[in-house]
């Protein structure tokens, strides 16, 4: 539904760390997404290519955390997890809780390619985290 | 392995050293709503809304919920004691706008287009449109969709859900974004109930506690009248709360804001 919107915005809070950090490109994009953000990951997924086109964001791969619920008890102070649409106490079953963790949309981190010029060797066959 | 440290640089793509934003970097610069420009926005209109003492209330429901109808017969029992105006938001029509203005109540309409939702620019477009001054009660009946709107803050003080008896009981269990973010909800058109048994109120406000939401349900008929009378009387009380609170130099945010960002940012 907005999750192109979502996308868009994702793009420009990136290119402004982009800006700030005097980076080329951003090259790897962590997302944490509660299950109560309202917005679905793999339509996010779908739309970044959309909104990333031309941008510095353009080959950064995105990463979806999903967030786990938890909310904490008002009533005897207890914290559990919880069910998106059952947010009650694990612990005494009353539903005045708060949500401590499963709502959020954070950007939690960004790597970026510093590097003044592009070298060589194409982005495309780099491969993170394992040795050539 | 380590992914926040480096550790994982190799010869093959040394050249290519990236900078991971440092964790506590991240809560500071980095850790804002990714929807910052509507929110922005969103200030940016409450803070018209306050300077003029008015209350914005934002309606939300599946389409044909009994948003204009409710609207209709609440301006009918409001009009002469409050000033109020209606911002609509629609995928084509301006039906709605003219179902207000028949009321000789100010009225502006959003024409979507394709979008499912509003949001705060097109909210703060619509604003200059219209007289606000002097205006009480500002509503704002957003597109029928029981996903989007729940999502993006317009400005407004208060979140209005509305679930009509033909959708189920169970439609808070079903879109429990859209019902966490209520500041009230409504049961609308109670009239059915008499035709339609399988539809509980007892458990749809029951399936909306469930979602941790302390908010009060009213049950009602726009079309008949009943039941409107604690929902009047609700708007009345919110409309001085919202007076006393501009007296204070203080505002509201609807339930938007999601509680756990705000305990991270904390
Ligand atoms: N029986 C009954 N019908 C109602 C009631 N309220 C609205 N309706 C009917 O429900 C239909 C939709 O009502 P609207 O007020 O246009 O609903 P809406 O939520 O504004 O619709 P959209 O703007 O299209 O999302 C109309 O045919 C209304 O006459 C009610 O209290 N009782
Ligand atoms: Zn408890
Ligand atoms: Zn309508
Ligand atoms: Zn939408
Ligand atoms: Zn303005």
Redesign the pocket.
């Known amino acids: 539904m907005h999750e192109l919107s979502v996308a868009q915005a994702l793009v420009d809070a990136v290119e402004s760390l982009i800006e700030q950090n005097g980076a080329r490109a951003a090259r790897r994009i962590r997302l944490r997404i509660g299950p109560l953000a309202g917005v679905v990951p793999a339509l996010l997924t779908s739309a970044f290519p959309l909104a990333a086109a031309g941008s510095r964001c353009e080959r950064a791969e995105l990463d979806l955390i999903e967030a786990p619920i938890r909310v904490r008890c008002q009533t005897c102070g207890a914290e559990s997890e919880a069910a998106i649409n059952r947010l009650l106490c694990a612990a005494c079953g009353d539903w005045h809780t708060q949500v401590v963790s499963g709502d959020e949309l954070l950007l939690e981190r960004v790597e970026l390619d510093l590097q003044e010029e592009p070298q060589e060797e194409p982005m495309e066959t780099l491969n993170y985290g394992s040795p050539p | 392995m380590c992914d926040t440290c480096g550790c994982n640089l190799t010869p093959g793509n040394r050249q290519f050293a990236y900078k991971p934003v440092e964790p506590s970097a991240t809560t500071v610069s980095v850790l804002k709503g990714l929807l910052q420009k509507n929110d922005d926005q969103a200030a940016h209109n409450r803070a018209h809304f306050d300077a003029r003492g008015i209350l914005a209330l934002n309606l939300m ?1 599946s ?7 409710l609207l209709e017969a609440t301006l009918a029992a409001l009009k002469d004691e409050f000033n109020c105006a209606v911002i609509e938001g ?1 995928l084509e029509t301006e039906n ?1 706008a003219e179902r207000i203005r028949a009321q000789g109540v100010q009225a502006h309409q959003i024409v979507t287009g394709t979008a499912c939702h509003l949001d705060a620019h097109l909210v703060h477009d619509a604003l200059h449109h219209m007289q606000l001054d002097g205006v009480d009660l500002l509503f704002i ?1 957003n597109v ?1 969709n029981l996903v989007c709107p729940a999502s993006f803050d317009l400005g407004q003080h208060l979140n209005v859900t509305l679930l009509s008896v033909t959708e189920g009981d169970d439609k808070p269990a079903k879109y429990p974004v859209m019902f966490r973010a209520a500041d009230a909800m409504l049961i ?2 109670t ?2 109930l008499a035709v339609l048994d399988d539809f509980d109120p007892a458990k749809a406000e029951a399936h909306l506690r469930e979602l941790a939401n302390p908010a009060p349900v009213f049950r009602l ?4 009248g009943e039941g409107l009378a604690a929902w009047l009387a609700w708007l009345r009380e919110q409309l001085t709360a919202q007076r006393a609170r501009v007296a204070q130099g203080r505002t509201r945010l609807p339930k938007i804001q999601p509680d756990g960002v705000r305990l991270h940012t904390a």
């Open positions: 429901s389409p044909g919920s009994g948003k204009t109808a629609d709605d009946e029928g609308s058109k009239d059915l008929s726009a079309k008949k």
